[in-house]
């Protein structure tokens, strides 16, 4: 069985260029050594250490629908929760097992719930008046 380095993904919402044109569908390869020492150099990472995220994922996306060269200020105008689904999707091909990538893949495990948290009621204490 050869190595698979390269897994597609669908984004949550999407990425809107400057045309309007929304792009959901890319690629994503695995990450090597130096995607993650080179960005340390970059004088934005040095600057806020959040930044590292953006730079090793314009490094690690090989297409994001029409896009194929995916730069820093695209991933920079991602939504949050594309971003987010982009950091865990890159943890789980890139650190997870054989599994939990299959899983992955496959649709049933998505790797990241993107819905809102349940909102459960808090009872009131006793004593206190409900406004």
Known sequence: MALQTE???????GY????????????????TAADEIEPLRDPRVRENEAYLTVVVLSRVLSRLGTISSVTPRVVE????????YLQNFYST?????????????????PPL???????????????????
């Open 7 to 13: 897994y597609s993904f669908t984004l949550p919402r």
């Open 16 to 31: 809107v260029d400057s045309s309007g044109t929304l792009h959901r569908e890319g690629n994503m390869r695995l990450a």
């Open 77 to 84: 105008s991602l939504f949050a929760s594309d971003l987010a």
């Open 93 to 109: 091909v890139n650190f997870g097992t054989e599994e939990e990538i299959q899983r992955l893949m496959s649709g049933e495990d």
């Open 113 to 131: 719930d993107s819905s809102p948290p349940p909102v459960t009621e808090v009872e009131a204490e006793p004593g206190s008046e409900e406004g």
